[in-house]
């Protein structure tokens, strides 16, 4: 199986920055791709919407609303994510989850989700 431990949520005021890390261990194969996904208040899981993702070998791809402002970074010897978040507006306020597209020693490749950081953007 596969843990992560995600770290780095909180509350900011509008304006302020956050750094969000996601570090996944277990029996695994090989990491592909890795990311963050957001729920806002009041959304269900099926609306969780794309934030962030990176791939091994660093090709990234980001959501509309937080180009410029959130960079997402890998360890790939650490299996770990990172998704540092600058210029928050309230509107970022979500619980964010990290992901990864994964291969289990046991298991094919698959999706797994970590159990979210609470992000909170408000003065």
């Known amino acids: 199986q596969v843990q992560f431990v995600e770290s780095g949520g909180g509350l900011v005021q509008p304006g302020g920055s956050l750094r969000l890390s996601c570090a996944a261990s277990g029996s695994i194969f090989s990491v592909y791709v890795m990311g963050w996904y957001r729920q806002a208040p009041g959304k269900e899981r099926e609306e969780r919407e794309l934030?962030?993702?990176?791939?091994?070998?660093?090709?990234?791809n980001y959501a509309d609303s937080v180009k410029g402002r959130f960079t997402i970074s890998r360890d790939n010897a650490k299996n770990t994510v990172y998704l540092q978040m600058n210029s928050l507006k309230p509107e970022d306020t979500a619980v964010y989850y990290c992901?990864?597209?994964?291969?289990?020693?046991?298991?094919?490749?698959?999706?797994?989700w970590g159990r979210g950081t609470q992000v909170t953007v408000s003065s």
């Open positions: 934030v962030a993702l990176i791939s091994s070998g660093g090709v990234t």
């Open positions: 992901n990864a597209r994964l291969r289990l020693l046991s298991a094919p490749t698959n999706n797994y």
